[in-house]
C-alpha cells in the first residue's frame, strides 16, 4: 500500500523569528536554513521580503544558496509584496510564494474593513497575479479557523481556480480543538469541488497548548503538509514544533502506518541545540524530545524499570533523535540498583551484602542534595572505607 508523505514546511526564519526577541543575522540563516534542508524539511519559508531590503536578500540568498528543499517568501495580497517575492525568488531554482489574506468576520471588519465580495476579488487577483511569476502558489486564508465554515470553502475554491497549488489552513489565533479541526478538514473534503487536486495543509499555533494535537488532527483528515517550527518558536506561545509531530508519527507507528516523511529524525538534538543557540530561546528541561530532562529517570522505581528493560519508560531511544544516551541522576528518590549501577560505572564494585549500609549513606547525602554527584559518590565509597579501617 503506497504511504501518504506529509511535507514539512518550515517557518522558522519567518513566523519563528516574529517570536519577541528574536532576531537572526543574514549569516545564521542561511545556515539555519542549510541545516532544516538536511533535516529533511520539504519547504522553508525563508522570509517575508517586502518587509525591508535586508530580508528580500536574505531571501534571495537562501534561494539561490539551498537548493534540496523548496524556498518559499511570504506576500500579503497586494501587488508590492508579491512583486518583493518575485524579485527575491522568481529566479531561485526551487522558489515558490506564499499569498494570504484573512477570512474571518473579526479580521473582515475590524482589519481589512472589506466585505467577503471584496475579500473573494482579492484572493482571486492576488493568487492569480502571484500565478504569473510562480508555478507554485500556496494561499492561506488568515485566520481560518474563526471564518464561517461556508465561506472558508468558498475561499479555498476561488484560490484554486486561480491557480493556487497549495492550500493552508492556518489556526492563527491557536484557538481551534483537534475535534473541530477534524470536522473542518472533513467539511471542506466534503464542500471544496477540487479538493483532491490540491496539496492541504494546517500551520497551528500553540495559544492553548494544541497546535501538535490539531496538526495530527489535521494530517488525520486529507492534510498532506504541516507548517512549523523548530522547537515550536513562533508568535506568542509559538507554532507546532514540527520535530514533534515526527517523532509522533515514529513513536506511534502502530497509529500513523498509512504515514511517512522525508525528515532523518536523528538530526532532531543538533538541530534543535542549534536553533536555540542562534534564536537565544533556551530549551526547557522538560521539552519533549530534546529536553534535559526527557531520558533521565530520577525515582527508584521508573530506574529499576529502565535498568530491566528501558522500554517500560521510555517511548522512543535518545539515539533515534541523535542523543548519545539515557541518564539516570541520582537523587532522594533513587533507588539502590539505581546507585549500584552508577557505582559500578565509574569503578566500585560492590558486594551485595555492601548494598544496605552503601544505600543508608547514599540517602544521608542526597536528603540534603539536589542531585548526588559521581564527586559525592566517590567521597562516600572513600568515608565507608574509611570508617571499616577505623573499625
Ligand atoms: O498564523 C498565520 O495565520 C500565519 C499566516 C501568514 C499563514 O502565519
Ligand atoms: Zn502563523
Given at each position: 500500500m503506497t504511504k501518504h508523505v506529509i511535507q514539512f514546511f518550515d517557518t522558522?526564519?519567518?513566523?519563528?523569528?516574529?517570536?519577541?526577541?528574536?532576531?537572526?543575522?543574514?549569516?545564521?540563516?542561511?545556515?539555519?536554513?542549510?541545516?532544516?534542508?538536511?533535516?529533511?524539511?520539504?519547504?522553508?519559508?525563508?522570509?517575508?521580503?517586502?518587509?525591508?531590503?535586508?530580508?528580500?536578500?536574505?531571501v534571495r540568498r537562501i534561494g539561490q544558496e539551498v537548493t534540496n528543499a523548496n524556498i518559499v517568501g511570504l506576500a500579503?495580497?497586494?501587488?508590492?509584496?508579491?512583486?518583493?517575492?518575485?524579485?527575491?525568488?522568481g529566479d531561485a531554482p526551487n522558489g515558490q510564494i506564499h499569498v494570504f489574506i484573512a477570512t474571518s468576520p473579526i479580521h473582515r471588519d475590524s482589519k481589512l474593513h472589506m466585505t467577503k465580495d471584496q475579500v473573494l476579488d482579492?484572493?482571486?487577483?492576488?493568487?492569480?497575479?502571484?500565478?504569473?511569476?510562480?508555478?507554485?502558489?500556496?494561499?492561506?486564508?488568515?485566520?481560518?479557523?474563526?471564518?464561517?465554515?461556508?465561506?472558508?470553502?468558498?475561499?479555498?475554491?476561488?484560490a484554486i481556480e486561480a491557480g493556487a497549488t497549495v492550500i493552508n489552513i492556518p489556526d492563527t489565533t491557536g484557538y481551534t480543538t483537534p475535534v473541530e479541526m477534524a470536522n473542518l478538514f472533513k467539511y471542506l473534503q466534503q464542500n471544496v469541488a477540487d479538493f483532491d487536486k490540491v496539496t492541504f495543509s494546517a500551520h497551528c499555533h500553540n495559544d492553548l497548548g494544541m497546535a501538535t494535537a490539531n496538526a495530527l488532527a489535521a494530517i488525520e483528515n486529507g492534510a498532506t503538509r504541516i507548517e512549523g517550527t523548530i522547537n515550536g518558536i513562533g508568535e506568542r506561545a509559538g507554532n507546532t514544533a514540527l520535530e514533534q509531530i515526527v517523532a509522533i508519527m515514529n513513536a506511534r507507528q502502530d497509529h500513523?502506518?498509512?504515514?511517512?516523511?522525508?525528515?532523518?529524525?536523528?538530526?532532531?538534538?543538533?538541530?534543535?541545540?542549534?536553533?536555540?543557540?542562534?534564536?537565544?530561546?533556551?530549551?526547557?528541561?522538560?521539552?519533549?524530545?530534546?529536553?534535559?530532562?526527557?531520558?533521565?529517570?530520577?525515582?527508584?522505581?521508573h530506574q529499576d524499570g529502565f535498568l530491566k528493560?528501558?522500554?517500560?519508560y521510555e517511548i522512543l531511544t535518545p539515539e533515534s533523535v541523535g542523543r548519545t544516551r539515557s541518564t539516570l541522576p541520582l537523587g532522594k528518590l533513587s533507588g539502590s540498583h539505581a546507585v549500584v549501577n552508577r557505582l559500578e560505572q565509574i569503578g566500585f564494585r560492590v558486594k551485595k551484602e555492601e548494598v544496605p549500609v552503601i544505600f543508608r549513606h547514599?540517602?544521608?547525602?542526597?536528603?540534603?542534595?539536589?542531585?548526588?554527584?559521581?564527586?559525592?559518590?566517590?567521597?562516600m565509597m572513600n568515608d565507608i572505607s574509611e570508617m571499616k579501617v577505623a573499625n
Open positions: 522558522t526564519l519567518r513566523d519563528g523569528e516574529q517570536t519577541i526577541g528574536v532576531n537572526f543575522t543574514v549569516d545564521d540563516k542561511i545556515e539555519i536554513a542549510k541545516r532544516i534542508a538536511d533535516w529533511g524539511a520539504d519547504v522553508i519559508e525563508a522570509g517575508f521580503p517586502v518587509a525591508s531590503p535586508a530580508d528580500l536578500a536574505a500579503r495580497c497586494v501587488k508590492k509584496d508579491i512583486d518583493a517575492v518575485t524579485e527575491a525568488l482579492r484572493i482571486n487577483e492576488c493568487v492569480s497575479y502571484a500565478k504569473q511569476a510562480f508555478e507554485n502558489v500556496e494561499f492561506s486564508p488568515e485566520d481560518a479557523t474563526r471564518t464561517e465554515w461556508d465561506f472558508l470553502a468558498r475561499s479555498v475554491q476561488v500513523y502506518s498509512d504515514y511517512t516523511s522525508n525528515v532523518d529524525m536523528t538530526k532532531t538534538y543538533d538541530l534543535a541545540q542549534f536553533i536555540s543557540e542562534k534564536s537565544g530561546m533556551g530549551l526547557p528541561n522538560n521539552q519533549p524530545l530534546t529536553g534535559s530532562n526527557v531520558f533521565a529517570h530520577e525515582s527508584g522505581i528493560n528501558p522500554s517500560t547514599f540517602q544521608a547525602i542526597a536528603d540534603q542534595s539536589r542531585l548526588v554527584s559521581n564527586e559525592q559518590l566517590r567521597q
